[in-house]
């Protein structure tokens, strides 16, 4: 994510600044121009790269700071507040209300991800107790109805479009009036893209709005479209009552700045970034924590939340109480890869420890340890339930291998390279849990008591732990994991 970047770049430029014994005129000014540099590359607009700064030279009044005060904690604090009012427009999308049904409008140019995005953000909805329903009125792509309908099948949304209607304000208003019969409460329209701004895409976008009168209206940006960003923006924000943004296309080679932008352009919220093309490559986009995962400065709710969402909390005494006692099976082995690939991508995850920037996962790297934790997945689904509950390696005999390797499509050396990870894992787990007391269900406190930096360190791979900043580094980090919570979300986080 080339967004990585960009926080890697502000993330050195403010270091380089921490660094320096005598924090004067001339460092700041060579930080803000790393920074100003770093931006403009990115394809944020001009005109807000150079408000930032000004503002930020306002603040900082280098002159006017007694001797006590901490320069450097001020002049980060006062980048962190202006990258945070860049994305912030200062007021909040529309609330949907569970069981109250709402109309939700997608608009946005052709190409920009937005029949794809309407399911994700249906799905996303779905998961979280709603019951939402997809409606095409896109009758200006050859495909869009087809496209949706596959996409809605998928996902088990129930869909309306129609392949002999020209009409898209009549298919709009009848599939509005079908799910609302329905009792769906979230309902989602597709709108007609173009491939460029046009009074025709403008003028249907309006009739199909009035129509449908609309709860909400999402502005859906590709984020590679650069510094045409925000006139492009700016063009729907005129015609239609645009209340919020999703980003596109986040995972690519996309610079992502003039998509930001767009912000400044709607004053409407980011709401959503997509980061891929499969249907959980959807993130919530929260300002200060993306900022602060931006500048490396961690997200330690977020990550906690996301360790929540997979391993339940109250199920952790019991899998530490079982790994203290030696029980490690493969069936433990496959549930903890399960949960590192439900957590999402790893740069991501990575990104939500203070002090650890994204960048920090090596290019390629992420993608080779999903592919491998899938890989032994899939043998494991070729064991029995004796082999994947035994705690005995020795059970794994030569032919039992053969006949795991023939089930699975793998090689026999590939099944031996995951006994040698299976038998690898519990040694590193006995390190970390030596003289710490395992809690009871329910106090988790204690497990907050007993961990220290010198127990993580011997559970995290060493080149893992030097880009951390080696052992100060980890203690560092520590100290900010202040709460039981985030203690265990740490923990969790860590099973490799």
């Known amino acids: 994510m080339v967004l990585a970047q960009l926080g890697g770049s502000i993330s050195r430029a403010l270091q380089q600044m921490s660094n320096a014994t005598i924090i004067d005129e001339k460092v700041l000014n060579e930080c803000l121009n790393e ?51 860049i994305l912030d427009p200062g007021k909040p999308a529309f609330t949907l209300k569970k069981g109250k049904p709402s109309v939700v409008m997608f608009v946005g140019l052709q190409g920009s991800g937005k029949t794809t995005t309407c399911t994700k953000y249906a799905y996303h909805h779905q998961k979280k107790g709603w019951k939402p329903a997809l409606v095409c009125a896109d009758t200006f792509r050859a495909g869009a109805f087809d496209q949706l309908k596959q996409n809605a099948t998928k996902a088990k949304i129930p869909f309306y479009g129609s392949y002999t209607e020209s009409d898209p304000v009549k298919i709009a208003v009848d599939g509005v009036e079908t799910f609302m019969k329905e009792n769906c409460d979230l309902i989602i329209v597709d709108t007609s893209g173009r491939h460029k701004q046009e009074a025709a895409l403008f003028e249907e976008m309006r009739q199909v709005s009035e129509a449908t009168k609309p709860d909400l209206v ?84 977020g990550l906690v939340n996301k360790i929540q969402d997979v391993v339940p909390m109250d199920q952790l005494p019991e899998l530490l109480q079982k790994l203290s006692e030696g029980q490690f099976t493969f069936r433990i082995m496959y549930e903890q890869f399960q949960n590192m ?18 960048e920090m996962m090596p290019q390629g790297r992420e993608k080779e340890s999903q592919a491998k934790f899938k890989r032994y997945m899939t043998m494991m689904d070729s064991m029995t339930d004796e082999e994947l509950d035994s705690t005995n390696p020795k059970i794994m005999t030569e032919s ?64 893992m732990l030097k880009q951390m900043g080696g052992m100060g580094g980890l203690q560092n980090i520590m100290k900010h994991m202040g709460s039981a919570k985030d203690m265990m979300g740490m923990f969790g986080g860590g099973g490799e």
């Open 35 to 85: 920074i100003t540099r770093a931006l403009l590359q990115a394809d944020v607009q001009f005109k807000l790269v150079r408000d930032m700064t000004t503002n930020i030279k306002k603040i900082v009044n280098l002159d006017d700071l007694a001797a006590g005060h901490n320069k450097r904690r001020i002049i980060q604090q006062a980048v962190f507040n202006e990258l945070c009012k």
């Open 218 to 301: 999402i502005f859906v940006m590709d984020s590679s479209i650069g510094q045409a960003a925000f006139d492009q923006a700016q063009a729907f924000r005129q015609s239609v009552a645009v209340g919020a943004v999703i980003i596109t296309k986040m995972d690519g080679h996309a610079k992502g700045g003039g998509a930001l932008s767009a912000v400044a352009a709607t004053k409407s919220p980011v709401i959503f970034i997509g980061t891929g093309e499969h249907m959980d490559e959807f993130e919530v986009f929260d300002v200060k924590p993306f900022v602060s995962r931006l500048l490396g400065m961690g997200d330690l709710s």
């Open 341 to 358: 690939l439900k957590m999402g991508p790893l740069e991501q995850v990575f990104s939500m420890l203070p002090g650890v920037s994204s």
């Open 400 to 463: 039992r291998i053969m006949r795991i390797a023939r089930g699975s499509g793998r090689l026999v050396h590939e099944v031996m390279e995951m006994l040698e990870e299976y038998k690898r894992l519990p040694k590193k787990f006995s390190k970390m849990m030596k003289g710490l007391r395992i809690p009871k269900k329910g106090d988790m406190s204690s497990l907050s008591r007993n961990m220290n930096a010198q127990n993580m360190s011997k559970f995290l791979p060493p080149d």
